[in-house]
Each structure stands twice: as structure tokens, then as C-alpha cells.
């Protein structure tokens, strides 16, 4: 099960049934259970655990000590064959940890693509992380929390649990969220508050100045208009149907369960 080009050092224990892919590199004093899946051309430093039932994709780059896949922290946990998903081009720096899910969650955990996890991050059971996300150092993510795409999550935060942040938003350091974050926001504080639109984000990503302007001005119906937060989102979800780019919006509300930062 291990491919004739991978690389695996001798102090390396790799569990009989794990599947390691082409061009694979393992280093010293790392852990592989007998159900991972590790993609072509991922690389673990050393002294990583991955356990469980993980699957992990391709050109990932795991930093040591990290733990992948681990048993996670709810007590309602006993022991279920739920699952860890990483995706590609990922990359995981020292002391990562991401739990499997749970049986109550939907069973899974998912890391998508192009992420960056920076030193001590944790990520918890039944999370979804989409793609090109950052969590920075000590970013703590409870259970059940969805980042979508492009989301930036600042060093020292803490995500309750369930809560949902919206594409392209940006959570300042230390802040506290307890509440879903619409997209393009950004928010900051304990607990978070809306600070603004994530102008320059956005700029980066190539989008065009009629787009960020039709994004401001939706921010301004839901935080500064004063109308009734159904009214806005009505009108919102309205102008989404000229600027695609809102769409997002109308997605969020959807998925929506805590009530957003105001």
C-alpha cells in the first residue's frame, strides 16, 4: 500500500492498510494509522500523527508535530469510524491540530484547498474549511464552524461553535465570534462586531470597482441603514440578482442559525 516512491524514514511507523501515494516523504518519528490516505507529492516533516479514518490530498506540506485526524474533544464522542478530510496544496505548520467528527455533526471534518494553518491552530470536529482560507497562529475553531472561501481568521480568535463566516471576511486578532459573519466584513472585538468591508482583500483578488462598491453598499444596508435586518437582507438578496457577487449574501442568510454580528 505504500508506493515504491515514497520516501519513508526508518523511524517512521507506517500501520499496515495506510495508503501512501507517489513521491510521498515522510520523516523521522511520524505516525500513520492503518486507515490514512495520503496524495502524491505530500510532505510531513516529522513527528506528525495522523490516525483515524484521514484522508489527506495532494502537494499538502504538514510541519512537525502536528496531529491529523486525532479522536476529537466531544464528550458525546465514543469512539465512532468518523472521518478527516484535507484537501490539496495545503499548508499545516507546527502543532496543528484537526479532529475527526462526529456522528451528530454529519461525521466529517473537511480542510478544502490552498489553506494555510499556522503554528497552533486548531481546528475541531465537524468543521468545514473551504479553500484559500489563513488561520493564524492560535486561531481556535469549535465544532461545527464553516469558513468559507477566503476567509482570514487573526492570530489568538475563537469561533464558537456553529457559527458560519462568510467568503473574503477577516476577523482581527483576538477577537471573540459568537455570531456569523456576513461576507466581504470584517470584524473585530469581543465579542466581534462589524469594522468595515474588506476593501483591500478584495482588491487582491482581482475584483472589479463596481463589484466592491455594490459590496459597500450592502454593508451599509445591513449595518448602518437602521432597517430591520429582514428588510435588508430582502433588499440585498434584490440587488444580487444584477451583481453576482452578492449572491454570497443571499447564500449566508441561508445557512445563517446564530444571527449575524451587528
Do not use: W
Not at 461545527?144 to 482581527?172: K, R, T
Amino acid at each position: 500500500m505504500i508506493h515504491p516512491s515514497a520516501k519513508i524514514h526508518p523511524t517512521a511507523i507506517i500501520e499496515d492498510g495506510a495508503k501512501i501515494g507517489e513521491n510521498v516523504e515522510i520523516g523521522p518519528f511520524c505516525l500513520i494509522g492503518e486507515n490514512v490516505e495520503i496524495g502524491k507529492n505530500t510532505v510531513l516533516n516529522s513527528h506528525i500523527v495522523v490516525k483515524g479514518i484521514t484522508k489527506i490530498g495532494e502537494d499538502n506540506r504538514i510541519f512537525q508535530f502536528a496531529s491529523i485526524g486525532e479522536d476529537n474533544q466531544d464528550l458525546k464522542y465514543k469512539g465512532e469510524p468518523t472521518e478527516t478530510v484535507i484537501g490539496n496544496r495545503n499548508l499545516i505548520r507546527e502543532h496543528v491540530t484537526v479532529h475527526r467528527g462526529t456522528v451528530q455533526g454529519g461525521g466529517i471534518t473537511r480542510v478544502g484547498d490552498d489553506n494555510l494553518l499556522m503554528i497552533n491552530a486548531h481546528v475541531a470536529h465537524d468543521c468545514q474549511i473551504r479553500n484559500r482560507c489563513i488561520l493564524a497562529n492560535n486561531a481556535t475553531l469549535a465544532g461545527h464552524v464553516e469558513l468559507d472561501d477566503f476567509v482570514i481568521v487573526g492570530g489568538m480568535s475563537a469561533i464558537h461553535q456553529f457559527v458560519v463566516v462568510g467568503a473574503h471576511a477577516m476577523l482581527g486578532g483576538c477577537s471573540a465570534v459568537a455570531q456569523d459573519v456576513p461576507p466581504y466584513v470584517i470584524a473585530q472585538g469581543n465579542h466581534a462586531g462589524p469594522y468595515g468591508v474588506n476593501i483591500e482583500g478584495l482588491k487582491r483578488r482581482g475584483f472589479e470597482k463596481n463589484t466592491i462598491h455594490a459590496v459597500r453598499n450592502a454593508y451599509k444596508l445591513l449595518y448602518r441603514s437602521g432597517l430591520p435586518l429582514e428588510e435588508a437582507q430582502a433588499q440585498i438578496e434584490t440587488a444580487a440578482k444584477d451583481e453576482p457577487a452578492l449572491s454570497l449574501f443571499a447564500d449566508f442568510f441561508k445557512r445563517s442559525t446564530r444571527g449575524i454580528i451587528r
